[in-house]
């Protein structure tokens, strides 16, 4: 494919015009149409760009312009069926995270994927910050030895109030900060130590009132490996989302979060040497070719324009995606049942293998 | 106007942001919520040739605005350089209640004081307003605080400038320029993490000897998309450039840093930050060497 592939944007908030930008930035991809409910943000983004074709109704954008890929950047209820649309009509598919409302609901998309052969991929930034990226290599590659414990944490200080909106309504949104936030360290968990067997979560809805603000989950994985997760978007002291996590080996200890890399080992271990190691973002940085709200999202959407154009591979698709779909609906149920164990489906993560 | 000033002090530090560590930014914050410790560093940044100051609109940067205004060395030498919008706020209120929502808010919250101040009328949404005039009267809520003070120029954030490189928005830059100007008298400025992009597009479009702050440091750490090509592009288009992450977040040595910078030919001012009078008396001797 020599020519740019031409990507259509489906919802302008803040998401969808970060990536209306960079499919417009990146190399190999041109914004070739938007689609926008709100007559109010479809005008300022027509003010923006003018002479763009821009839609009401998402049906009416892929019948009117020819597009290779779509990013979905809608609220979650609406994700799969505009996906199915798009992939119906041949093209590729981008969707922001989460995949779904429940794992149940995004079942036809995932089939449909498989049949077409399309590219779905879901906006789990997070395997794209370069930190997180080399943790996930130490892990792999066994620096650690087995993981005994792995421990996650978002916080930002967001939500002291309740809203209105899809956000702050769970049909729309699926739920809170879990679903919101925490839903990245989830991903980062199952994509370094694979999916766990069981979970339990506690939260609490005390300032939104209908979706939770703060989550305490706790996580096993078959063998003894054990992990927590403790997000809320309404701690103090933080004007940025912190998301970190630390994962304790039978060799030693990582620590990664968005600015380092820390690692404490006991004893020699790979390339690795006795006692602390520390990388930097700076240190750690590989370039990325512009920056409009963060390196990641820039590798994210690279990635995702290279694969629609057959020239590599993306961390996140959509299978990946429904898996971690299933572990936050086994939290959201263990929430429900007062922090009942809840165990994975072993049917459903075999049918995602 | 122009940028006069060779040695610019960041404003990070004082409101927590640390590129290489958010804990150390909050131990800085700390530090810094005294308005008399922000005082004291800026005094002795003046004192050691800094004579510029870089403000974001942080809610903290109206007390900042306010001590400045009874120093009068201070307010009448220290030249500001104003960064808007204050993205964080902005962000983070997009994420809670979206971004109309988030517009409609910030202009609804103006105080009655503001919106005499701006001509905005009691009420007035963002529902029934184009997106010119929504910009036009969002800067000029940003720029309240620091009424009355030295401002020689005024920098659109990096987020907004490469969105709008990104979009080619042509109009919307030639219409941010012209109000710093005109509504102003300041220097209008672009803040880019996207220099090959930004600059390229400035140059396509005709823009004259722009005022760009863009990262520039020996680590190339936010040199984008490569340090090679942010030279070729100082190198070969005239703007008056004002080089930020010169310590790559501290992964750099200064002298290392000033050593870099003296070998490009176009840097003609320096952005820096530092967390205590010791720390600026440094770095000032050292990055001043490279514009003096």
């Known amino acids: 494919m020599s020519a740019d592939i031409r990507c259509g944007v489906i919802g302008l908030g803040k998401m969808g015009l970060l990536h209306a930008s960079l499919a417009n930035a990146i190399e190999g991809s041109q914004l070739a149409a938007i689609c926008e409910p709100n007559r109010t943000n479809r005008s300022w983004f027509e003010t923006l760009v003018p002479k763009l074709p821009a839609f009401q109704n998402y049906p009416d954008m892929l019948d009117a312009v020819p597009l290779d890929a779509v990013f979905i950047c809608t609220p979650p209820s609406s994700h799969i069926e505009i996906a199915m649309a798009c992939v119906r009509k041949g093209c590729h598919v981008f969707i922001e995270k989460p995949l779904s409302l429940t794992a149940e609901t995004a079942k036809p998309l995932v089939d449909l994927l498989k049949q077409s052969g399309k590219i779905g991929m879901v906006g789990y930034m997070m395997r794209y910050a370069d930190t997180f990226s080399k943790a996930r290599d130490i892990v792999r590659q066994g620096v650690l030895g087995h993981v005994l414990a792995c421990r996650g944490t978002t916080k930002v200080s967001q939500n002291y109030k309740a809203g209105k909106g899809w956000r702050y309504s769970r049909k729309e949104s699926g739920g809170g900060v879990l679903i919101a936030q925490g839903i990245h360290v989830v991903d980062l968990m199952c994509w370094m130590l694979g999916t766990p067997e069981s979970v339990n979560q506690r939260s609490n809805s005390h300032y939104s009132g209908t979706v939770e603000d703060f989550v305490h989950a706790l996580f096993s994985w078959k063998g003894d490996t054990i992990g927590s997760l403790d997000s809320s978007w309404s701690v103090d002291g933080h004007r940025m989302l912190l998301t970190s996590l630390e994962l304790t080996g039978e060799h030693g200890t990582l620590a990664v979060d968005d600015d380092t890399v820390r690692l404490f080992l006991r004893k020699a271990s790979g390339k690795y040497s006795e006692g602390w190691t520390s990388m930097s973002k700076p240190e750690l940085s590989t370039g990325q070719s512009v920056d409009i709200g963060g390196p990641l999202y820039t590798k994210q959407d690279e990635a995702f324009v290279r694969a629609v154009r057959g020239q590599g591979e993306i961390e996140s698709d959509v299978r990946n995606a429904w898996s971690v779909q299933h572990v936050i609906d086994c939290l959201y149920k263990s929430s429900d049942e007062n922090g009942a164990t809840v165990d994975l489906d072993r049917e459903f993560e075999r049918a995602v293998r | ?292």
């Open chain 2, 1 to 292: 106007m122009k940028i006069t000033d060779k040695l610019i002090l960041g404003h990070n530090q004082f409101f927590g942001v640390n590129h290489l560590s958010s804990a150390r930014g909050v131990a800085t914050e700390q530090y810094f919520s005294s308005t008399e410790n922000v005082i004291s560093l800026i005094r002795t940044a003046y004192k050691t040739g800094v004579t510029g100051l870089m403000l974001s609109t942080h809610e903290r940067a109206r007390a900042i605005a306010d001590a400045l205004r009874k120093d009068p060395e201070l307010s009448s030498n220290l030249h500001l350089h104003i960064l808007l919008p204050y993205m964080a706020k902005y962000v983070r209120m997009a994420n809670e209640r979206g971004l109309i929502s988030m517009l409609d808010e910030t202009l609804k919250q103006a105080t009655w004081t503001e919106r005499m101040a701006i001509g905005l009328k009691a009420g007035t949404g963002v529902v029934t307003k184009d997106l010119m005039a929504i910009l036009e009267s969002l800067i000029k809520i940003e720029m309240l605080p620091f009424k009355g003070l030295n401002v020689q120029s005024v920098f659109l954030h990096n987020s907004l400038t490469d969105m709008l490189a990104a979009l080619r928005a042509t109009h919307v830059v030639e219409f941010f320029a012209k109000s710093i100007a005109e509504e102003y008298g300041a220097c209008p400025a672009f803040c880019t993490l996207s220099a090959g992009l930004t600059m390229s597009y400035f140059r396509d479009i005709g823009m004259e000897a722009p005022a760009i702050m863009a990262p520039f440091n020996p680590a190339g750490f936010q040199m984008n998309p490569s340090r090679q090509r942010c030279e070729q592009l100082l190198q070969e288009y005239p703007c008056h450039m004002v080089a930020m992450s010169v310590l790559a977040a501290g992964y750099v040595k200064p002298a290392d840093a000033a050593r870099y910078l003296s070998s490009l030919a176009g840097i003609d001012s320096i952005i820096f930050g530092a967390s205590s009078p010791g720390h600026v008396t440094e770095l000032s001797n050292v990055l001043g060497t490279v514009v003096n």
